[in-house]
Each structure stands twice: as structure tokens, then as C-alpha cells.
């Protein structure tokens, strides 16, 4: 699962007013589904294991939330839906459709909407597959992580690479023309060669997209004690995770894949509409637990806990509600854009928060740019692949 996911019990009941961050007339919807077979052992996303029962349950937790939602007012356009977790595919086809019919009866799901859902490829067959088809899901983002089964038995997954395969091909069958590939790099133990086989291989299967995040290692996970306690094999140095990131980037852009945000590479066309949208600051409501949502430029989450998600009656409870304030919205719009390989535009920065970018930033860019960290481009800024190696130091600098 990717790091872009949704990582006051206040109900915001105003009309959306749904032109945000983006400037866009539409909203993006998130549906969390916590479920996975068995957690995988570096993962700290809000998932677990639970019974069919309870997996039941949740989904008409989730359904109610839906119907009862005041954020947003019956008929809202929504241009993107992603389920995330957790592992969506957990869910049956049957399970998928009522959610995806939810959303039909409540907000107006747009003809050419980006419709996602996340595989793990131990979880669905191809009639499986084939039911997320029928229930409108038209791109499938698939939890592979690597080529090689011995690095997959190392991180926890439940599936090997032939698995992965014939879900793949399963899904192709079915008749997905979008497929993400996620991978992970800088395992415990890996070398720069078995990388390059993950990433070989991963090309051989021509998907649409591929997600490329580094393993961090989280707090309170088996991988944390494991490291704590010297029991995990060397993580790759700096170095050879930085050789790692450029060869990525060279080798792809071979095979026609183009990096268009720090981490994700998509053949021309097919980059994530929902994660764009994240990036660029458009709004999105977030169901089910732990859901994040960011509306009329206020944020909220979910209640976290599962089963006291499942036991709301009507909508859940909410969670750091905060209303951003200007400065942090132009925070948000300079740290998110810049993930980006577009960059910033300085014309949409004035054209939302009523100042230049000049006026704002200005002497901050021309530091970064006689740093090599910003180069100029005909809209605005973006990053040199030398500020794209420490980005995160880049992005802190825009905190105002
Ligand atoms: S399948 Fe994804 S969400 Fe589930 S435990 Fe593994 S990494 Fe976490």
C-alpha cells in the first residue's frame, strides 16, 4: 500500500462549496476499508485482520455514513473514488457493488470518473476480479512490492510473485486497461541488483502505472523491534538508496514511464487522477474509519477505532476537526506542489491566495535556486533532481 493513502466529533454541515484548494468544481471520494488477511510487518496503516461477520458489519457502517453524510449535499460531482486500507480486495464483488451503489445514490459519480481500488493479490480471483469490473471499479492498484519471493517473505506479504502474476493477468482478462503496480526499494538486506530485477520484471508487465516509495521503517511495528534489536539485515546505505531512486527514474523513463511526483511514474495519460488531486489541493471526503477528509478548507478525520466506527448509528465520530488558515493553506499548496514534477504555477498561487509568489516566497526561491534546488519553469518552480534527492528539507523551508 502506498504512503499517500488517507493515513472532533464536530459535524461540518455547510454546503460544499466545491471550489477549494484546486480551484476545481468536483470532489474526490475516499473509502477505507481496515482489513488485510494478516499484517505484513512493516505496516503501520490502520488495518487488521477481523472475521466475515465483522467485515459485514463494517460495510454497512460504511453505507450509513454515506447516506448520512452532511458535507456534502445529494448530487455533489465526484471525479475520483478510491478504496484504500487495508485491502479492499478483502471485500466481495457483492460487498464492492452496494458500497459503489451508496455513492451512486449520493453523489453524482461523473462519467469519466478515476474509479480505484487496492489488490492484494492473495485476495481475489479472476471471478472476483471480474465482479469489482461489474461494480464500476475501472483501475486496480496492486500491492506487489517485489520480484523476488524470499524479499515478500521478508516484509510479511501473504503472496508470492506467480501470485501476483496471475492476479495481474486475471485482472487484465477481466478487462482492466489501468493497473498500478506498487513497489517497495530499500529492503532490509537488498542489494542494488535485486532492485533492478524488481524493476525489470515489473516493466515486462506493462503496467499503467508504477509507484516506486522507499521502506520506512515505522515505530510499533515487527520491523521496528526487529531493527531496534539488530535482528534485521542492513538497510541500504544512503548511497545505494540514492543509485537505487535515479536508476529508477532512468530506467522507467526507458520503458516510457515518466516520473510526475516524487515516488510515482505513469505511461503518458494514465498518472493517478486521486493522488493528483491530493497533490494539488483538492478537496475530498474520507468514509469510513480513520477516513481523512479535507472539505471547504476544513480538515477532519474519522474516528480511528474500528469497532466504534462500526457501532455509530448514523455518522461517525470526528476527529481533529481545523479549519486551515491562509498561511497554511499556501504551506500546503508549495510542500504539495512541489512533489510534484510540474511544480508550483505562480499564476495559480496568485490567482487563489490574492499575492505573488514573489511577495510571499520570493527571497526563499531565489535561495533554492542559487542552491540548485529550484530550477524555473515557463508556469513556475519545481525541484532539480538535486532538491528532488532531499526534498523533504526543501518542502520544511516553505513552512511559514
Ligand atoms: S496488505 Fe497493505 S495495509 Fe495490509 S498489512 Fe500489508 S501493507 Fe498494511
Same mark, same amino acid.
Given at each position: ?43 503501520? *496503516?490502520? $488495518? ?58 449520493? *453523489? ?89 530485477? #524488481? ?14 516509495? #522507499? ?92 469497532? $466504534? ?23 500546503? *499548496? ?67
Amino acid at each position: 500500500m502506498t504512503r499517500i493513502h488517507q493515513t472532533g466529533n464536530q459535524i461540518v454541515n455547510r454546503k460544499c462549496r466545491r471550489e477549494d484548494l484546486s480551484g476545481t468544481n468536483s470532489i474526490s471520494l475516499y473509502i477505507h476499508i481496515p482489513f488485510c488477511l494478516r499484517k505484513c510487518r512493516y505496516c503501520d *496503516f490502520l $488495518s487488521a485482520a477481523r472475521p466475515r461477520e465483522e467485515q459485514e458489519k463494517y460495510v454497512r457502517a460504511l453505507i450509513r455514513e454515506i447516506q448520512s453524510q452532511l458535507e456534502c449535499p445529494s448530487g455533489t460531482p465526484a471525479d475520483t473514488v478510491f478504496f484504500g486500507g487495508g485491502t479492499p480486495s478483502i471485500l466481495s464483488g457483492e460487498q464492492i457493488g452496494r458500497i459503489m451503489e451508496a455513492l451512486r445514490e449520493r *453523489f453524482d459519480i461523473l462519467p469519466h470518473a478515476e474509479i480505484s481500488l487496492e489488490m492484494n493479490p492473495r485476495t481475489a480471483d479472476a471471478e472476483k476480479i471480474l465482479e469489482f469490473k461489474k461494480a464500476g471499479i475501472n483501475r486496480l492498484s496492486m500491492g506487489v512490492q517485489s520480484m523476488h519471493d524470499e524479499e515478500l517473505r521478508l516484509l510479511g506479504r501473504i503472496h508470492t510473485v506467480r501470485e501476483a502474476k496471475e492476479a495481474f493477468d486475471a485482472a487484465r482478462a477481466a478487462g482492466f486497461d489501468n493497473i498500478n503496480i506498487d513497489l517497495m526499494s530499500a529492503l532490509p538486506g537488498q542489494s542494488f541488483e535485486s532492485w533492478a530485477e #524488481s524493476l525489470r520484471l515489473a516493466a515486462e508487465w506493462k503496467p499503467e502505472h508504477i509507484s516506486a516509495y #522507499s521502506l520506512i521503517i515505522e515505530p510499533g511495528t515487527p520491523f521496528c523491534d526487529l531493527y531496534e534489536a539488530g535482528k534485521l539485515a542492513p538497510l541500504p546505505d544512503e548511497e545505494t538508496d540514492r543509485k537505487m531512486y535515479h536508476y529508477t527514474r532512468e530506467f522507467l523513463a526507458r520503458h516510457g514511464y515518466a516520473r510526475y511526483e516524487i515516488s510515482n511514474y505513469a505511461l503518458p495519460g494514465r498518472e493517478c487522477r486521486h493522488n493528483s488531486g491530493y497533490w494539488t489541493g483538492h478537496p475530498y471526503l474520507g468514509l469510513g474509519a480513520g477516513a481523512a477528509s479535507y472539505v471547504n478548507g476544513t480538515r477532519f478525520s474519522n474516528i480511528a477505532d474500528i469497532n $466504534s466506527y462500526t457501532e455509530a448509528l448514523s455518522q461517525p465520530v470526528r476527529t481533529d476537526v481545523r479549519t486551515l488558515t491562509e498561511e497554511e493553506k499556501m504551506e500546503e *499548496f508549495m510542500f504539495l506542489g512541489l512533489r510534484m514534477t510540474a511544480g508550483v504555477s505562480a499564476a495559480v498561487f496568485q490567482e487563489r491566495f490574492g499575492r505573488t509568489l514573489e511577495e510571499v516566497y520570493g527571497s526563499l526561491i531565489r535561495r533554492h535556486i542559487a542552491q540548485g534546488l529550484l530550477e524555473e519553469t515557463e508556469e513556475g518552480f519545481c525541484l532539480t533532481e538535486k532538491g528532488t534527492d532531499v526534498s523533504n528539507y526543501v518542502m520544511s523551508d516553505y513552512l511559514l
